[in-house]
């Protein structure tokens, strides 16, 4: 059983930072993949970021130089640090896991993960 538990959001005004954790229990993130999804009210699930087992990172061209994946093997836990925040970044957070096996083209789809955490509010309002 994989159990994924996230911390870090909250409220935040335009321009600001907030770094979001996941921390894995049951998967090792030496040999699988994490990601990071967003959804927004009335909006569908998206992706937004993913780190492979071998440190490879992919970001969605919306948050692509403003949000940064990584990871702490030591700790076994997942970071999204997002920088320069807007309004349309306003959403719940899930991290989930895939297995090592995922290939690279999978990682912005929700069904390659198979397992999530609860998710994390994240308001970026003035």
């Known amino acids: 059983q994989v159990n994924l538990i996230e911390s870090g959001g909250g409220l935040v005004q335009p321009g600001g930072s907030l770094t979001l954790s996941c921390a894995a229990s049951?998967?090792?993130?030496?040999?699988?993949?994490m990601g990071w999804f967003r959804q927004a009210p009335g909006k569908e699930r998206e992706f937004a970021a993913a780190?492979?087992?071998?440190?490879?990172?992919y970001y969605a061209s919306s948050v692509k130089g403003r949000f940064t994946i990584s990871r702490d093997l030591a700790k076994n836990t997942a970071h999204l640090q997002m920088n320069s925040l807007k309004p349309e970044d306003t959403a719940v957070y899930y991290c989930?896991?895939?297995?090592?096996?995922?290939?690279?083209?999978?990682?912005?789809?929700?069904?390659?993960?198979?397992?999530w955490g609860q998710g994390t509010q994240v308001t970026v309002s003035s």
């Open positions: 989930a896991s895939t297995s090592g096996r995922t290939i690279a083209s999978m990682f912005s789809s929700p069904s390659a993960y198979d397992y």
């Open positions: 049951g998967r090792t993130l030496r040999s699988s993949g």
């Open positions: 780190i492979r087992s071998n440190g490879a990172t």
